[in-house]
C-alpha cells in the first residue's frame, strides 16, 4: 500500500493533511526511468545514483511531491532554503541543475515547468509511491567514451574562457553549467589547467563560486596563482551582484532598526537624567537626546551593518574571520567619520574646540573595536548557510542571534569606557560641561550609583546600555528576511 507525505492541501480533492503524527515515512517516488529515495536521499536513474546537493534533492522531492500544484518561489524558500536568506538566481541555478540532471528541457519540460511570475511544477503524470524501505541495487551505467578525460577538459577550459569574457554570461547557463562539469571531471585538474592560460581571473571565478553546487567538489584556492588579486575581486564582484537587492534590504534594515534603537537609548536616557535625584533637565531633555542618538545610531548601524551584509554575501568560507574583518574596516572607517562630523559640527555650530572630543583617529579606534566585536558575535551567533546565502534565523533563534549580537557590541563599549573612550552618552556630557549647561550633564546618573560625579562606573554601565541596544538593534536588522526573496 502506498504511504503518502503531504506537504500542503491536496487541491484535487480538497482533503486537508493529516496530522503529522499520523503520517508514516515519505514513500519511493518512481518516474520515468528515475527513483527518489527520501529515506536515503539518493536519486537512481536506472539503477545508477546521481549525485545532488542536499537542497537541490530537497527542491526535488519538494517539487515531486506537490506535482500537482505549482509551488511558488515563496514556498519552496521557505521549506528548502529554510532560515538562509538567497537570491532568485540561487533557485534559477538549482533548477536548471535539475533539469540537466533529469535531461529535461525548459522549452518543452518532460519534468519541470517553469510558471511565469509563480514558481515551478513538477508535470510528469506516472509518479509511482512506493515503500521506501528496501535500498535498490546500484549498477555501473552506461559508457559512452567519446573523449579522453583530458580532451573533455581542456574543451571546456576553452569554452569556460570564452563565456566569462561577457560579464552577462557570469549569470547565464552555460558559463555555470561549464563550470560544473569541470569540477565533475575533476577540481584540481581544472584548476592546473586554468591557471596555465593567461587571463583566467574571470573564470577562475566562476570555477570558485560552482562548486558549492556540485556534491564532492573541491576548494578552488585563490592566491596559488599569478591572477590572485584579479580572481579575488572577479570572486567579489560575481557573488554581490548576485545578491545586490539582498544586501541593499539587510543594509536598509540594519541602518533603519539601528536608528530606531539609538532614539530609543536616547529616550531611556533622558527620562533617566530627568528623574535622577538633583537634576536639573527638563521632560524636553528625552526628545533632545533621542534626536541625538536616533542619528548616532543610524550612521553607526548604517556603516557597520554595510560591512556586514557584504561580507556574509561574498564569503563561503572562513566566514567568522570575513565578518570580523569588515565589520572591523567598516566601523573603522564609520567611527572616523562620525568623530571628524562631530568636531566639525560643535566648531562651526557652537564654536566649541574639546580637547577631549579627540581626533578622526579616535573614532577610528572606536569603530574598529565596535565593529569587530559585532562582527564575531555575529559569525558566533549565526550559522553557515551551507552553499552560501545570508543567515536569516526565524523565533527563537533569531532572538538569541539578537542576544549575542547586543552582548558583544556591550562588552566592546565596557572595554571602550574603561580605557576612557567614551560612546555617545559621554560626548554629550563633556558637551554639556564645556558649554555650561547643565541639563544635560550626566553627573545625577553617577550620583544614583554613589559616585560625586560621571565617574568610571557610570561611564561603564551607560557605554554597556548603549553597546548592548546598538547591537540588539543591528543584530535585529541583518537577520531581516527580505520580501524580495518570496515573490
Known amino acids: 500500500m502506498s504511504l503518502r507525505k503531504y506537504y500542503g492541501p491536496d487541491v484535487s480533492t480538497n482533503r486537508t493533511p493529516p496530522d503529522p503524527s499520523q503520517v508514516g515515512p515519505a514513500p519511493r517516488l518512481r518516474f520515468g526511468e528515475f527513483v527518489l529515495s527520501p529515506r536515503q536521499r539518493v536519486l537512481w536513474r536506472n539503477g545508477v545514483a546521481l549525485p545532488l546537493i542536499p537542497r537541490y534533492f530537497d527542491l526535488l522531492h519538494l517539487l515531486v511531491s506537490r506535482r500537482r500544484e505549482a509551488v511558488s518561489k515563496s514556498a519552496i524558500f521557505t521549506e528548502v532554503w529554510t532560515e538562509v536568506v538567497v537570491s532568485d538566481g540561487a533557485l534559477a541555478q538549482a533548477v536548471r541543475t535539475l533539469r540537466r540532471t533529469l535531461e529535461d528541457d525548459s522549452r518543452e519540460p518532460r519534468f519541470i515547468r517553469t510558471v511565469s511570475r509563480h514558481g515551478y511544477q513538477f508535470v ?36 569556460l574562457l570564452q563565456a566569462s569574457t561577457s560579464v552577462r554570461d557570469h549569470d547565464g547557463e552555460e558559463a555555470r553549467e561549464v563550470a560544473e562539469r569541470l569540477h565533475a571531471l575533476g577540481t584540481e585538474a581544472a584548476v592546473a589547467s586554468l591557471t596555465s592560460r593567461p587571463g583566467h581571473a574571470e573564470a577562475m571565478a566562476l570555477l570558485k563560486d560552482a562548486r558549492w553546487d556540485v556534491p564532492g567538489a573541491r576548494d578552488v584556492p585563490l592566491f596559488a596563482h599569478s591572477e590572485a588579486l584579479q580572481t579575488t575581486w572577479a570572486v567579489i564582484r560575481l557573488r554581490l551582484r548576485h545578491m545586490q537587492q539582498t544586501v ?74 570575513a565578518l570580523t574583518l569588515c565589520g572591523a574596516a567598516a566601523g573603522g572607517a564609520t567611527g572616523a567619520f562620525a568623530q571628524w562630523l562631530f568636531v566639525l559640527l560643535l566648531d562651526s555650530l557652537f564654536g566649541l574646540r574639546l580637547p577631549a572630543a579627540g581626533a578622526p583617529i579616535d573614532g577610528l579606534i572606536d569603530g574598529l573595536v565596535m565593529g569587530a566585536l559585532a562582527g564575531a558575535g555575529y559569525a558566533w551567533a549565526t550559522r553557515q548557510p551551507p552553499g552560501g546565502g545570508l543567515a536569516a534565523p526565524k523565533g527563537r533563534r533569531r532572538l538569541a542571534a539578537v542576544a549575542l549580537v547586543g552582548a558583544s557590541c556591550a562588552l566592546a563599549a565596557v572595554g571602550l569606557a574603561v580605557t576612557g573612550r567614551p560612546l555617545v552618552g559621554g560626548r ?18 553617577g550620583r544614583v550609583i554613589g559616585e560625586p560625579d560621571f565617574g568610571p562606573l557610570a561611564r561603564t554601565l551607560l557605554g554597556a546600555f548603549e553597546g548592548g541596544i546598538f547591537g540588539c538593534a543591528l543584530g535585529w536588522g541583518l537577520t531581516y528576511r527580505p520580501r524580495s526573496t518570496r515573490p
Do not use: M, Y
Not at 554629550?428 to 546618573?445: C, K, M, N, T, Y
Open 428 to 445: 554629550i556630557h563633556q558637551v554639556a560641561q564645556a558649554s555650561r549647561d547643565s541639563e544635560l550633564g550626566l553627573a545625577p546618573l
Open 124 to 159: 510528469w503524470l506516472d509518479v509511482v509511491e512506493e515503500p521506501d524501505d528496501e535500498r535498490l541495487p546500484l549498477g555501473a551505467g552506461p559508457i559512452e567514451p567519446v573523449a579522453t578525460e583530458a580532451e573533455l577538459r581542456e574543451a571546456l577550459i576553452n569554452r
Open 248 to 321: 541593499a534590504a539587510r543594509w536598509a534594515s540594519a541602518a533603519g532598526v539601528g536608528a530606531l534603537g539609538g532614539a530609543l537609548a536616547g529616550s531611556l536616557g533622558g527620562f533617566a537624567l530627568w528623574l535622577a535625584p538633583g537634576s536639573s533637565a527638563r521632560a524636553q531633555s528625552a526628545v533632545a537626546l533621542a534626536a541625538i542618538g536616533l542619528v548616532a545610531g543610524g550612521i553607526g548601524a548604517a556603516g557597520v551593518g554595510a560591512g556586514l551584509a557584504a561580507a556574509e554575501a561574498v564569503a563561503r568560507s572562513r566566514r567568522g574571520l
